[in-house]
């Protein structure tokens, strides 16, 4: 293992596998991301414009990359994320196996 160096995991969700699958895509076309992980099966229940409590299924998406890529991820969201206000939680990754972080970096173009 070796420490973290900007290699980050930021966690999405969307509503419809279609859409999942075309803005991973998309990530990785870009050389935004390394690995998108697409896990099915998800439901998020939260308050959203009105007093009642929504449940409602998503799929989750786990994005693999380096902090260098964010302002461009952040402007991919903006654009093409299919929900007017995405979940954009991103996580520093403390450790990292080396030969992982050697493929992670190039497939971001790092």
């Not at 803005?23 to 076309?29: A, V």
């Not at 991820?73 to 929900?83: G, N, Q, S």
């Not at 995405?86 to 497939?107: D, H, S, T």
Request: glycine content about 6%.
């Amino acid at each position: 293992m070796a420490k973290g160096h900007g290699e980050i995991l930021i966690l999405t969700t969307i509503d419809h596998e279609v859409k999942a699958v075309e803005f991973s895509r998309g990530l990785l076309e870009k050389k935004l991301a390394a690995c998108v992980t697409r896990l099915p099966g998800g439901h998020a229940m939260y308050r959203w414009e009105s007093t009642e409590v929504t449940d409602n299924p998503e799929i989750v998406l786990l994005i693999k990359t380096h902090h260098s890529r964010l302002n461009d991820i952040e402007r991919y969201f903006e654009d093409e994320h299919p929900y007017s206000v995405p979940e954009l939680l991103v996580f520093q990754v403390n450790e990292i196996g080396e030969a992982y972080r050697a493929w992670l970096m190039k497939e971001v173009g790092l």
